[in-house]
């Protein structure tokens, strides 16, 4: 059973930084990708961006790229996602999720965490 926990989230500033976390546990040799989502109040859940394992490659959604980036930790099974010169619309519920492929879609990924709030005041 994989499990996913995130921390992270906080209250930031328009143009501040935050760094979330995602340790994932019970990792299957063949689930290989870690993702993050987000949700915003009255919104559909939207991909922010995904990154292979073995590799490394990553996928970003357009509204994050040159702002945010996705890395990872080997050893400690941990994906991070830096997210920089954050911006009102950025205030969401921020999800990570595990897959077997790399995809935006999140029909493809089937465990997530419990999700942990982002909000950034203007």
């Known amino acids: 059973q994989v499990q996913l926990v995130e921390s992270g989230g906080g209250l930031v500033k328009a143009g501040g930084s935050l760094r979330l976390s995602c340790a994932a546990s019970?990792?299957?040799?063949?689930?290989?990708?870690l993702g993050w989502f987000r949700q915003a109040p009255g919104k559909e859940r939207e991909f922010v961006a995904a990154?292979?394992?073995?590799?490394?490659?990553?996928l970003y959604a357009d509204s994050v790229k040159g702002r945010f980036t996705i890395s990872r930790d080997n050893v400690k099974y941990t994906v991070y996602l830096q997210m920089n010169n954050l911006k009102p619309e950025d205030t969401a519920v921020y999800y990570c999720a595990a897959s077997y492929g790399l995809t935006t879609s999140e029909i493809g990924y089937g465990h997530w965490g419990q999700g942990t709030q982002v909000t950034v005041s203007s």
């Open positions: 019970g990792r299957s040799f063949s689930m290989d990708v």
């Open positions: 990154l292979r394992w073995i590799g490394g490659r990553a």
